[in-house]
């Protein structure tokens, strides 16, 4: 078993298409250990995208990640890493395939509606910035 994290970014949120978008991942059988609603203040959204500093998006990022609640998953099954971010689809808008969540609801590439982690390592370095160890099911 594999576990990833998941955030389900602001416009996800305002857009009130929380709901629909855990429910995709729990009818994959996903095991969602890990459930928060949060609001990220610029110190947090920092250190989570610390990778990005210096690229041309990075500010905007930013802005985007602490404009309105986030709402976190962490997410257990079978190469889970793999899986979900082919359910997620991709960032550009133009690529991202129907069925997929961005394929189905992203309106920018900007705004992109979910992240989720790109492997095992940033998983490791990502779920303890947004989920403290009594936050998550064993």
Known sequence: MERTLVLLKPDTVRR???GEIIQR???RNFRLIGLKMTHWDLSI???FYSIHKG???YEELIQFM???PIIALCLEGDNAIAQVRKMMGTTNTLEALPGTIRGDYTL???QN???GSDSQ???ERECPIVFRPDELLP
Do not use: I, P
Request: net charge neutral; hydrophobic share 40%.
């Open 121 to 123: 390592e940033s998983f």
């Open 66 to 68: 602490t404009s309105g």
């Open 45 to 47: 959204a920092e250190n």
């Open 55 to 57: 690229k041309v998006f």
């Open 108 to 110: 920018s590439t900007q």
């Open 25 to 27: 991942f729990e009818k």
């Open 16 to 18: 009130k298409l929380a």
């Open 113 to 115: 509606m979910v992240h």
